[in-house]
Nanobody, 127 residues
């Protein structure tokens, strides 16, 4: 099971980026995908989750209305569209996968024991 996150970069406040999480070695449609972010010296924050077939999603309050998580199981890729970016969104973003038998995620999805993680992609938002 391998995940590779990409799409990070430098963007001005108010701009947009789309992160991708490419999976290999497993059937993506049986896994919940989540995005996390972490700033050095701070705790990791769960940003968003999407259920195994995309039927439900979760967003942290800090990104709700600005970020959109999606997935294309045929392409084995999940995405995080980030709009209206703010300097406080600056962080290393990681994607993670957790096996799931249902097409549902709850508000505590980010607390699941995600066993597979991507390597992280840096997002820097300048003011």
């Amino acid at each position: 099971v391998q995940l590779q996150a990409s799409g990070g970069g430098l963007v001005q406040a108010g701009g947009s980026l789309r992160l991708s999480c490419a999976a290999s070695g497993f059937t993506l449609e049986t896994y919940v995908i989540a995005w996390f972010r972490q700033v050095p010296g701070k705790e990791r924050e769960g940003v968003s989750c999407i259920s195994s077939r995309g039927g439900s999603t979760y967003y942290a309050d800090s990104v709700k209305g600005r970020f959109t998580i999606s997935r294309d199981n045929a392409k084995k890729t999940a995405y995080l569209q980030m709009n209206s970016l703010k300097p406080e969104d600056t962080a290393v973003y990681y994607c993670a996968a957790d096996y799931s038998r249902t097409d549902y995620v709850s508000s505590i999805c980010v607390l699941a024991p995600f066993g597979s993680w991507g390597q992280g992609t840096l997002v820097t938002v300048s003011s």
